[in-house]
């Protein structure tokens, strides 16, 4: 059975750190395609970093050089170091698979749509 499960988040100061994991299971972890999501209350899921096969990443421009996005083929886990956060990036933060063993290796997804699997989410607040 395919799982995601994310963990790490928490309330967090403005310009503070979270780290979040995304623990897998079910699947060849290597072979998939990955991303980060999130969404605030009464608004739309949106796409914050995606990381193909060979390991290239991609990010929104609102979290370009504040947040990693990083995944531990070993470990069957996904990461997304968020740092200098901002009240703005309060938000459940999701992560989602989608098999990609068919694209070519830099590959990457940033629509919802394209993935199937989700995880539960985990909170993120930024406040003072």
């Known amino acids: 059975q395919v799982q995601l499960v994310e963990s790490g988040g928490g309330l967090v100061q403005p310009g503070g750190s979270l780290r979040l994991s995304c623990a897998a299971s079910g699947y060849t972890f290597s072979a998939y395609c990955m991303g980060w999501f999130r969404q605030a209350p009464g608004k739309e899921r949106d796409w914050v970093a995606a990381i193909a096969r060979d390991g290239s990443t991609h990010y929104a421009d609102s979290v370009k050089g504040r947040f990693t996005i990083a995944q531990n083929n070993a470990k069957n886990t996904l990461y997304l170091q968020m740092n200098r956060l901002k009240p703005e990036d309060s938000a459940m933060y999701y992560c989602?698979?989608?098999?990609?063993?068919?694209?070519?290796?830099?590959?990457?997804?940033?629509?919802?749509?394209?993935?199937?699997?989700w995880g539960q989410g985990t909170r993120v607040t930024v406040s003072s």
């Open positions: 989602a698979a989608e098999p990609c063993d068919t694209r070519p290796s830099w590959y990457l997804i940033m629509t919802p749509p394209e993935y199937n699997m």
